[in-house]
């Protein structure tokens, strides 16, 4: 015996025997090798990775420099080898796109001839469950009893286990039928509840966190998948949804919700379909409904509605179903009601918009058919095609209407109503409404164009309500002084110039009919600070269709008369809120051109001029662009004054004092002619309207 073995013991060994005979020699060679050792083991022990995630762990070992040295990678016991999960390198193994049933313990072998070294960790995939093993399902006529084993988690707790179920009118259709949350056991076993002539198929499915367990081993179908067979019987239950309803004075019509294939039971499903009057001295008459998929029968030759008793009931190849068919209540056809109400009248006018009607009520037996109540309806005497209904309950005998319009002709009649039809209408009542008080002005604009002048503009109400005679006017200042005045219906327009300067003012507008004043509307408003007195000076030329031209003379006020003042416009159109800015000039540039206009339309400018912080703003000033026929004017005068230019050029060869007699008056003659075009292009062409002639002389002060 050699204890603790080291290379000094290595060597040939001999072993002596002796005997009277002779001597002999055994002979033997001890190698002692140094023992094989990791230098790096798969780490770490315990490795946790999410499903189709790729990692890598290591393994490398040292052997005596005489012996060879093999790997060899192990899971739960069993060889890896090469494959698209697993891919082993000399000194490692890499996992690639690994799911949760790789998960277990690895380990690395180092192999050599004399001895063997393991190391080992465990792996951990996070992954929907394993697909729970499911025993053989037991199965009666009634009822299936399916049982399975608890199932790995593969490091996600299970939360629940749902049977689900598929059959051959729903192949591939998979339904839930029971759910086990209680999932701190092994064992599990379910009964399910089934129906007869029916093939079923089951399957149980584990769910966690990641999702519903794996159905599909390397990409192929793994299912435990459970199948039970029933036999033929008679039907459990009968057609739900039974009603009759006639839809014509002479049928009854008895509909029914067929059965669902599922609950047939056998094959060759029919409707057996009772009915009778109810009345004692009917008997019930019955008949077969063959079409398994049919959900009405029409029974013709009835009389006009009246209430019947009605069946129906579930027959296969079996027979009929075991359960007693409920009996339902319906009715034959309606038909029209014989008479309208009488004594159709207005009992109150209320106000312009609103008259209250009452009428006799109908009797019951008149109606024909289910009596749901009455129906008014009104037209315009203008327009005596669209009509107007309104439906009323058949316990009332008056109703209110609110939505009639003032100053308009009516008439209305009424009709009784059963589900389907109407009776011939009442004699109509003939009514005017009355005038009523106006609406809320339209699109009300308020501006505040200086520091004491306010200027409003609306339009009349969108429902007048009858004949505006005129707007009250209301201006209420910070202090709460009120102020108003009145102005008749043309006008829509309003200049208050007697503000006060750098104060708040609610602004109302309300109008006026004879029947009495419509509610205000209100804008809020404030005017300017008190003007700088340093304001641009600026005129208007060359008015066309579309355009005009601004010229601003900045050398008649000295403030502006530096290089490097500016200049710029802002102008709206009269019926706008929206404002817009011309370029920016800079001196010696004098003039902006105002293009893209439109034709015959008043626009509101505003002169600004700026010279490095100091800014100052001119007042307002109307201009409106020419429109076609004044245009057409315009060139039919030059035309004129062109042949009266030529004529004095024809008498100059009367003599001097005659050209210079001639020459003189017509030069005073154009003079005056142009004096009045440039006068008409500065305050706008000459209105046709005088009052708006006034309207803007009073507002901005602009005199000829």
Known sequence: MIYDVNSADEGLYYCNVSNKYGINRATNRLQVFKPTYFVRIPT???????????????????????????????????????????????????????????????DCAAITDVDVKLASMQLIVKDVPAHPVVETAHCSERKATIKWVAASDHGDSIKKYIVEMFTDFKKNEWETINEEVNVNKENFEVDITLTPWVNYTFRVVAVNSHGRSDMKIDGQPKEDWLTCQTRPSFPYTNPTGVKGEGTEPDNLVISWKPLDRYYWNAPNMQYLVRYKLDEPIHGWTEFLVEDSLANFTIIRDQPTFRKYLIQVQSVNSVGPSIVEPEIHYG??????????PHDFRIDTQINFTTINFTWNPVHENTVNGHFVGYEIEYWKAENTIRKYSIKIPANSTYKIINSFHAVTNYSAHIRTRNKRLRSAPSHPVSFAMPEGPPGKVHNLRVYSVGSTAILLQWDAPLQPNGRIRGYFISFQNDKNETEETYVIHRQKYYLHEKSEPDTGYKVSVWAETRAGEGPTTLRPVRTWPARIPDAPIFRVKNISLDSFVVEWLPNNHSVWKMPGAAFFVNYTAESSNTWHQTEIIYLPNTEILLRNLKEDQKYFIQGIAKDGPRQSESVFLPIKTLNRDYANRLKEDSLRSAAWFIAVLGVLGIGLFTICLTFCCGNKNRQEKFAVRRKEIEIGHQQDNEEEKQFLEYQYGFKN
């Open 331 to 340: 009715w034959s056809g309606e038909d029209v009601p014989d008479e309208a």
């Open 44 to 106: 770490p022990k315990r490795l946790i990775l999410e499903a189709g995630e790729t990692a890598e762990v290591f393994c490398e070992a040292v052997a005596d420099s005489r012996l060879p040295i093999k790997y060899q990678w192990t899971i739960n016991g069993k060889v890896l080898t090469e494959s698209q999960y697993y891919e082993i390198l000399p000194d490692r193994l890499r996992f690639r796109s690994v799911r949760g049933r790789h998960s277990g313990i690895i």
